[in-house]
């Protein structure tokens, strides 16, 4: 049966059409769909019977709950989602603090990009989750309401997923009432399709960026051969439409390998008359790989170097490492325990 949960307002005003029903009946199934109290087909009180009977005779809202949630010491949560069609698993971590609560979702389930500092590049390429699975990860998790921010940085490379995140985001901002300046999508930057993204969608922007030299960036992030770093900032430096979108570049410190006063000086180069801030990332260690985590005091040095050129930058903190949620940690397994 086809689901209903992720369809546009849009795309839910030309079911209603095509099936010979007044336009509004699309609005009404939007209201249902995504604002509380959530409904199933029989529930939605203002249609018709004989609408709801013909609508449950060939659909079904599709609306999946969390398999799982384990909960951190910090308070972090994971929620495990599970695809019933195809087994496919993917994850979501809220992120409560004082200021704001922040939820983390995944646009795949796995990834092809192969990033050597990413449990999920270890699933491999997996599949892009459909509109109504990345919206699931939001409106059906107990703490919906509650929540402030969404980032786009859980499993997977969202501009690889371009036209679901487009249309989730269309959803999250123009009828659950999210403001744009409250979600961020995070890319290793796909130069094909970022443009696309900044042309459809005024959300913040995250670029992974992890080293201002391209031979270095490519050992640990494949995707710089063919997306190179510098085209990429060169691009953002050039959409004078974007003066006010926030950008942010995430960059964590690996211990020698780009931590150093040099990699500092070098970043603040390309960087400088963006409009954009820092985020140092620590490290969080995964299994299988060489990489080791830059000591604090040399991140708070890497720091004070970008500041004093003029770079606005922040030292992240990491949370839900207990529970294996924090950054490059998510790899869709169950509770061990």
């Not at 004093?308 to 940690?329: H, K, L, N």
């Amino acid at each position: 049966m086809t689901e209903l949960y992720g369809l546009t307002p849009g795309q839910l005003s030309e079911l209603s059409t095509s099936l010979g029903w007044p336009k509004f009946t699309g609005a009404q199934l939007t209201q249902w769909l995504y604002r509380p109290p959530f409904a199933e087909i029989e529930d939605m009180n203002n249609i018709s019977k004989a609408r709801r009977e013909l609508l449950a005779s060939s659909f079904t809202v599709g609306r999946l709950a969390p398999k799982e949630c384990r909960t951190s010491r910090d308070g972090t949560k994971k929620y495990l989602f599970e695809s019933p069609q195809d087994g496919a698993v993917f994850e979501a971590v809220s992120i409560p603090d004082q200021q704001r609560h922040t939820l983390c979702v995944s646009s795949q389930s796995g990834c092809k990009r192969g990033c050597a500092f990413c449990m999920t590049a270890r699933l491999g390429a997996g599949r892009n989750l459909s509109v109504g699975e990345i919206l699931s990860q939001y409106q059906s998790i107990p703490e919906y309401e509650q929540i402030s921010n969404i980032v786009f940085m859980g499993m997977g490379e969202p501009l690889d997923n371009l036209d679901n995140t487009l249309a989730a985001l269309d959803i999250l901002t123009k009828v659950c009432g999210l403001s744009t300046r409250r979600i961020t999508v995070s890319t290793i930057g796909i130069l094909a399709k970022l443009e696309e993204f900044l042309e459809a969608s005024p959300v913040r922007l995250a670029l992974s960026l992890h080293s201002p030299f391209a031979q270095e960036r490519e050992s640990f992030l494949p995707a710089e051969k063919l997306n190179p770093a510098r085209e990429i900032v060169s691009m953002l430096r050039n959409r004078r439409e974007d003066k006010r979108r926030r950008i942010t570049i995430e960059y964590i410190p690996f211990a020698g390998l780009n931590d150093s006063p040099r990699h500092a000086l070098e970043l603040t180069r390309i960087l400088k008359g963006l409009m954009i801030r820092v985020n140092l990332i620590p490290w969080n260690t995964i299994p299988g790989t060489s990489l080791q985590s830059s000591d604090p005091r040399r991140v708070e040095a890497f720091r004070a170097e970008l500041e004093r050129g003029g770079v606005p930058t922040t030292i992240r903190v990491s949370r839900g490492q207990d529970i294996e949620a924090a950054c490059g940690m998510l790899a869709g397994e169950t509770n061990p325990a």
